[in-house]
């Protein structure tokens, strides 16, 4: 991969006696992700370092999130949250080295979906969405609560088994509820008015919000802020007003595969006024695990009628006349095998609309933290 840039490291180069560079697997706005390996057992990380060549006041800002950023990560220890293996500085910059994820980002595998004119799979992102709001939940839980603030698809990876892992804390505070913090920084198809200092400060609502956009966009495909629609409602800050015109357009319009239950969930996550939203991480995992619920108790229920046409059948088989059976032996050879074959297809498709009902999402099954 080409380094845009300008970062020197380069694959065999070493840090710390510790490290060797193998090759550099991203890059974005304020630096590049490289692989490397431990020499003294032949792990692998991720190696993460910021951008260099800025004005110096520009690079400031870069290393101080970098060191945010692993000083916040550095205590947090949850199984949706990548692992840290250490943080250092080194000549020009500073380096987070931290597990390597190789399943890829949600928005590279909304990309590939979007490729093949499909959408991802609802139940899949479903479990996406439970496993994030249990990192948010277990993260706003702190003393003091960490506000991640610029969630989105691009920042959740997967690990190699499929789980979710939340990357990118460069922006993420602890938040001091007393004077709280808002500055205009993030992504802004995800931003919230409180991002803008808009509507209050940010807080753990903030991150509902941004949770509402990620999840928005993995079921359809657009961003909340492109379907926002003009409404009567008015709020006092014609700044909301001009970038918020109006509520998105629900999830289940633009994909017939959503349920109109988690499109109302995502709406209420995407309220421009942060009282209107979900209050908790807590409680949009509560709303997700219900729907959950729902979506595997429905499958019993919808079988029911093709399980009695089954039994009917069955017993109509059961009830006829020896009579009729007989004169049955009587058809031509050619017929009989074709109306026992055809009486066995009935059957198999049956069994197969009784057991192949809409399977109940599932959701990969991750330890709570203590």
């Known amino acids: 991969m080409v380094d845009p840039l300008g970062i020197a490291l380069k694959p065999g180069q070493i840090l710390r006696d ?54 916040i990560l550095a205590k ?22 931290f597990e390597l994820l190789t399943g890829g980002s949600l928005d590279q595998h909304l990309a590939r979906a979007q490729a093949s ?43 190699g088994d499929g789980s979710v892992r939340l990357i990118d804390f460069g922006i993420a505070k602890e938040h001091n509820s007393s004077g709280g913090h808002t500055v205009a920084i993030g992504t802004e198809a995800y931003a ?16 509902l919000f941004t949770f509402g956009a990620t999840l928005y ?19 006092p800050n014609s700044a909301v007003q001009a970038l918020f015109p109006g509520p998105p357009q629900p999830a289940h319009e633009l994909n017939v595969q959503v349920p109109p239950e988690l499109s109302a969930i995502a709406q209420r996550c995407l309220e421009i006024d942060p009282a209107q939203r979900y209050q908790s991480a807590s409680e949009v995992r509560a709303a997700l695990e219900a729907l959950i619920g729902d979506t595997a108790a429905a499958p019993n229920e919808r079988a029911r009628p093709w399980q009695a046409l089954r039994q009917s059948l069955e017993k109509l088989q059961r009830t006829i006349p020896p009579s009729l059976r007989t004169s049955m032996q009587g058809l031509p050879k050619t017929l009989a095998p074709t109306l026992r074959e055809s009486w066995q297809q009935a059957r198999a498709l049956l069994d197969q609309m009784v057991s192949g009902v809409h399977a109940p999402v599932a959701v990969p099954a991750t330890p709570r933290p203590a």
């Open 18 to 71: 510790t490290y060797q560079v193998v090759e550099q697997i991203g890059a974005g706005a304020m630096g590049a992700i490289y692989r490397v390996e431990e020499l003294k057992n032949g792990a692998q990380w991720a190696l993460k370092v910021p951008k260099t060549g800025l004005p110096p006041e520009e690079y400031s800002t870069i290393i101080n999130l970098y060191r945010s950023e692993a000083e």
């Open 76 to 97: 947090l220890s949850h199984p949706n949250l990548p692992q840290v293996r250490e943080h250092f500085p080194y000549p020009g910059g500073h380096c987070l080295v």
């Open 117 to 159: 004119s499909q959408q991802l799979e609802v139940a899949q992102v479903v479990g996406w969405g439970v496993q994030i709001a249990r990192a948010l939940e277990y993260l706003h839980s702190r003393q003091p609560p960490v506000i991640l603030k610029d969630l989105k698809p691009e920042n959740v990876m997967l690990a």
């Open 192 to 207: 919230a008015p409180d991002h803008y200092g808009l509507m209050g400060r940010t807080d753990e609502r903030t991150d």
């Open 217 to 235: 966009h993995l079921l359809t495909g657009r961003t909340q802020r492109e379907t926002r629609r003009s409404s009567s409602k008015r709020y």
